[in-house]
Nanobody
Framework: VQLVESGGGLVQPGGSLRLSCTAS????????MNWVRQPPGKGLEWVAG????????RDAGSVEGRVTISRDNTKHMLYLEMDDLKPEDTATYYC?????RGQGTQVTVSS
């Protein structure tokens, strides 16, 4: 299993980012996938999840209405579109499958 996240960066409050995760080494289209994050000095926090076929997605209350998780099974890609970013969204973001995460991508929200 290999998961490689990308797309993070420094963004001003109210801005948007699209994170991507490239998956390999497993049958991507058969698995529920998650985005999780780890704010500085804190533990992991679940952000959003999506069913194997992409037909049903959920997100955490802390990001409700501000994130959209999606996937492209033909490309083995997972995405997280984040809008109206807040300083408290600052974290390292990981895609996750059954407890396995990639190296993460850093998102910093600051003016």
């Amino acid at each position: 299993v290999q998961l490689v996240e990308s797309g993070g960066g420094l963004v001003q409050p109210g801005g948007s980012l699209r994170l991507s995760c490239t998956a390999s080494g497993f049958a991507f289209s058969e698995y529920y996938m998650n985005w999780v994050r780890q704010p500085p000095g804190k533990g992991l926090e679940w952000v959003a999840g999506i069913t194997s076929g992409g037909g049903f997605a959920r997100d955490a209350g802390s990001v409700e209405g501000r994130v959209t998780i999606s996937r492209d099974n033909t490309k083995h890609m997972l995405y997280l579109e984040m809008d109206d970013l807040k300083p408290e969204d600052t974290a390292t973001y990981y895609c996750e499958k059954d407890g396995v995460r990639g190296q993460g991508t850093q998102v910093t929200v600051s003016s």
